[in-house]
């Protein structure tokens, strides 16, 4: 077998694990088998890393899958890479998509430019793709948008750019979305409420029972977006389930999920919105034919992958566990979190703290005071668990220096 080779800064040739990879998938065709231990070994070594970042460097900043995308994915991704000349998107996904959360079926015809008709699911390139049609759709001038404080803030900015005013509901103690608070300031010009769950960057998970009373205490003219894209790391099967169910019998409720984070595909760009045909239509009025054939497909076959799903969240959970147990012996407060990442007061300066653990140890982490300016906190992906090891390590010789 041919290997691939690339220039070190040393003017030496190494073999690259990005091309021994690509090779060793034409010449041996060992991802076919969908086989988790041969990626392994054709990505594996000592560095601490995660898939996808040089070697060395632990990024555990922005809630990526560090196990990687689903092997079923990338072997979609190669099987198609010679049709890329041809428009076309799955014709199955949407239909995946809907028996997955239990709404009815509608498949996209075989033209990538037909309508299809009487949609309940739009799926577009990530997330804020349909979030920006969302927001085109609701967040006129003079609409009031109301959201808690602080949070993932995307639809607070498009209010800005769209001329609607964005209402911030500040969290309760311990971070907890004030939903009595968000119901309060309903105005007779309030026309679209966020509730993000679990929120972000609280990791906080809202039972859907409180969020279905929540919803149907409220004018029903008022659009509610629920913002679920970390919900498939939620630790009860029952959670996980989400607010799908809400939206047969609530018209003014869009759910909204992406293939970013349990699926690992963030660099894919695969989002999608669930709520009635009339408010799908809508949608897809102001969104723009993104989608591509690689990733459509892609993201077909993450659906199917059960097992790297379940790995993901393994993964996930027994970090954030790493975690809670790392940082109760280490006297330092965190939020437990039902996402990927956990909160972390370091009851220091933040930047402080940001820059020393990626200027000597190479770790990056979320700077929560940069991001929502909450001094002294950190927000952390929990990775690999080497990267949690090299993080909780780096963590206690910062601590001790600052």
Same mark, same amino acid.
């Given at each position: 077998m041919r290997k691939t080779k690339t220039r070190t800064d040393s003017g030496q040739w190494s073999v690259s694990r990005r091309g021994f990879f @690509?090779? %060793?998938?034409?010449?041996?065709?060992? !991802?076919?088998?969908?086989?988790?231990?041969?990626?392994?070994?054709?990505?594996?070594?000592?560095?601490?890393?995660?898939?996808?970042?040089?070697?060395?460097?632990?990024?555990?900043?922005?809630?990526?899958?560090?196990?990687?995308?689903?092997?079923?994915?990338?072997? %979609?991704?190669?099987? !198609?890479?010679?049709?890329? *000349?041809?428009?076309?998107? *799955?014709?199955?996904?949407?239909?995946?998509?809907?028996?997955?959360?239990?709404?009815?079926?509608?498949?996209?015809?075989?033209?990538?430019?037909?309508?299809?008709?009487?949609?309940?699911?739009?799926?577009?390139?990530?997330?804020?793709?349909?979030?920006?049609?969302?927001?085109?759709?609701?967040?006129?001038?003079?609409?009031?948008?109301?959201?808690?404080?602080?949070?993932?803030?995307?639809?607070?900015?498009?209010?800005?750019?769209?001329? %609607? @005013?964005?209402?911030?509901?500040?969290v309760l103690d311990g971070f907890k979305p004030d939903l009595n608070g968000m119901r309060n300031a309903i105005t007779d010009r309030t026309?679209?409420?966020?509730?993000?769950?679990?929120? *972000?960057?609280?990791?906080?998970?809202?039972?859907?029972?409180?969020? @279905?009373?929540?919803?149907?205490?409220?004018?029903?003219?008022?659009?509610?977006?629920v913002d679920e894209a970390y919900v498939d790391f939620a630790e009860n099967e029952a959670d996980r389930v989400g607010a799908a169910p809400l939206i047969k019998d609530h018209p003014n409720v869009i759910v909204i999920r992406t293939f970013s984070k349990i699926f690992g595909m963030a660099g894919? /760009?695969?989002?999608?919105?669930? %709520?009635?045909?009339?408010?799908? /239509?809508?949608?897809?009025?102001? @969104?723009? *034919?993104? !989608?591509?054939?690689?990733?459509?497909?892609?993201?077909?076959?993450?659906?199917?992958?059960?097992?790297?799903?379940?790995?993901?969240?393994?993964?996930?959970?027994?970090?954030?566990r790493y975690f809670y147990d790392q940082l109760k012996a280490m006297g330092v407060e965190y939020l437990p979190s039902e996402s990927s990442f956990v909160m972390i007061n370091t009851k220091a300066d933040s930047d402080d703290i940001v820059n020393k653990l990626r200027e000597e140890y190479n770790v990056l982490v979320g700077n929560a005071r940069a991001r929502w300016g909450i001094q002294g906190w950190l927000r952390v992906t929990a990775g690999l668990p080497e990267e949690n090891e090299a993080f909780i390590s780096a963590l206690k010789k910062v601590l001790v220096s600052s």
């Open positions: @690509k090779g %060793a998938l034409a010449g041996a065709g060992l !991802l076919s088998v969908g086989s988790y231990e041969a990626v392994a070994q054709m990505v594996g070594g000592s560095s601490v890393r995660g898939w996808g970042v040089p070697p060395g460097l632990v990024q555990i900043s922005g809630n990526e899958n560090a196990l990687g995308p689903s092997p079923r994915a990338v072997e %979609a991704i190669l099987g !198609l890479v010679y049709n890329i *000349n041809r428009y076309g998107q *799955n014709p199955d996904l949407l239909g995946q998509l809907a028996r997955r959360h239990d709404v009815p079926v509608v498949e996209w015809s075989d033209s990538p430019f037909a309508p299809v008709k009487d949609p309940w699911i739009s799926v577009g390139a990530g997330s804020s793709d349909l979030l920006y049609a969302i927001g085109h759709t609701y967040l006129k001038e003079g609409v009031e948008s109301i959201e808690i404080t602080p949070g993932f803030q995307f639809v607070r900015r498009m209010a800005d750019q769209f001329g %609607a @005013k964005a209402v911030g509901v500040p026309g679209f409420m966020v509730v993000t769950t679990p929120g *972000n960057p609280s990791g906080h998970l809202t039972p859907m029972s409180e969020l @279905k009373s929540f919803i149907e205490s409220i004018p029903s003219r008022i659009m509610v977006l894919m /760009r695969v989002g999608y919105a669930m %709520a009635q045909p009339e408010v799908i /239509r809508t949608i897809n009025a102001h @969104k723009a *034919n993104t !989608l591509t054939m690689l990733s459509t497909h892609a993201a077909s076959a993450a659906l199917e992958d059960h097992e790297h799903t379940r790995r993901s969240r393994e993964m996930v959970l027994n970090g954030k």
